[in-house]
């Protein structure tokens, strides 16, 4: 794959519904382009469209992963058995003290003690199991994003072009990539379409707290709400520091006053990104 592939693919993962004339015009690219890609993609097995139910909403409130060990020799024919289960979401045949591991769901405790007590108790080979509650998902096979190859990439958004310009310098001496913005609006844009690594923000742009609105906007969109925001600002040394909500929460990782040095920007970069 090429990075125009990984970015399809990356839109693809926050919207499966989207067109191919919304991907290509958030890419620059053209629709058939986008066409032909995802036929491709799809077609070298890359890539499924599907739909993932949220076990939650459908009265599946008993979420497991159930550990087994099991007689070597059985261990596939015992895998595909509880695969061909409807309780039963995924099953892995792993390395370690134990052979099989299965996600299973159920709507209740007692659904489950059946499933454990009879259903899988029925199966011969099975030498061992262990079963644990999942009380919160963090993060799941959908949330996670293809990562992207090469070095990190960061979107500065400040309509100062020097700043702008003394930015990309310093960075793409430190080895990062670097893409620009003007104000919120086409910050927003680019992050949909980049999926930037990192956001340095300005607040005073096209308005006096465009960045401050942009941050929140950003926090409600799909794939950049965990994205960081590193805010580089003059607001809180101008007249208008007054108007920058000091008391509440501002939606960034990090907050720096202008003018700031290329060993304070760097410390503070290497420090958020994971």
């Not at 990356?10 to 629709?31: C, H, K, P, W, Y």
């Not at 410390?267 to 958020?272: C, D, G, M, V």
Request: charged residues 25%.
């Amino acid at each position: 794959m090429d990075e125009l592939d990984r970015r399809i693919i990356a839109f693809l993962q926050l919207d499966g519904r989207a067109s191919n004339v919304e991907i290509a015009r958030a890419l620059g690219v053209a629709e058939a382009t986008v066409r032909k890609r995802i036929e491709r993609l799809l077609a070298e097995g890359v890539i499924r469209i599907v739909a993932i139910p949220s076990v939650d909403k459908l009265g599946l409130e008993v979420e497991t992963v159930i550990l087994l060990k099991v007689e070597p020799a059985q261990a596939l024919r015992i895998g595909e058995q509880l695969a061909a289960m409807k309780e039963v979401r995924a099953v892995r045949y792993t390395t370690g003290e134990y052979d099989l591991i299965v996600e299973a769901v159920f709507p209740s405790n007692e659904d489950l003690l059946h499933f454990l007590t009879n259903r899988l108790a029925s199966i011969p080979g099975i030498r061992a199991t262990a079963t644990s509650y999942v009380l919160k998902s963090i993060k799941q096979h959908c949330d996670w994003i293809l990562p992207r190859e090469g070095p990190p990439l960061i979107l500065v958004v400040d309509d100062d072009p020097d700043f702008v310009e003394f930015t990309r310098m310093v960075l793409e001496k430190a080895g990062y990539r670097v893409i620009a913005a003007a104000n919120g609006e086409q910050g927003l844009q680019a992050m949909r379409q980049e999926q930037p690594d990192l956001v340095i923000l300005d607040v005073m742009m096209s308005g006096i707290l465009d960045g401050l609105n942009a941050s929140m906007r950003m926090r409600t969109v799909q794939g950049l709400e965990k994205t960081p925001i590193l805010m580089v600002s003059s607001i809180t040394s101008s007249d208008y520091a007054a108007m920058f909500p000091t008391d509440e929460y501002v939606p960034v990782e990090s907050f720096l006053s202008k003018p700031v040095s290329p060993e304070q920007l760097l410390s503070e970069i290497q420090r958020l990104l994971p």
